[in-house]
Nanobody, 117 residues
Framework: QVQLVESGGGLVQAGGSLTLSCTPS?????????MDWYFQAPGKQRELVAT???????TYADSVKGRFTVSRDNAKNMMYLQMNSLKPEDTGVYSC??????????WGQGTQVTVSS
């Protein structure tokens, strides 16, 4: 059974940086067609913030474009979200999602990011 394990969340000052990682347990990262990072602010709906395809193509939400970078490292079996110039409004839960070739999804448990003013 596939598990997505996230790490890297924590407390950070506004303007600081943080790197999140996500790795599938029991499956190669290369198996998944698309890997995504989702964000859910307190009291808000979960929203897509970054996507990386199996070919390395990336897309970003307007709110994070220019500040966040998503990447995947097949050799390390890891997906990353490099978060720079963090703002208090970036505070919330970040979750990774893996999409299989059969268009089914696996979700991580999420990792909390808190950005202080």
């Amino acid at each position: 059974q596939v598990q997505l394990v996230e790490s890297g969340g924590g407390l950070v000052q506004a303007g600081g940086s943080l790197t999140l990682s996500c790795t599938p347990s029991g499956r190669s990262l290369q198996y998944f067609s698309v890997m995504d990072w989702y964000f859910q602010a307190p009291g808000k709906q979960r929203e897509l913030v970054a996507t990386v395809s199996s070919g390395g193509s990336t897309t970003y939400a307007d709110s994070v474009k220019g500040r966040f970078t998503v990447s995947r490292d097949n050799a390390k079996n890891m997906m990353y979200l490099q978060m720079n110039s963090l703002k208090p409004e970036d505070t919330g839960v970040y979750s990774c999602r893996a999409t299989t070739p059969y268009r089914t999804f696996y979700w991580g448990q999420g990792t909390q990011v808190t950005v202080s003013s």
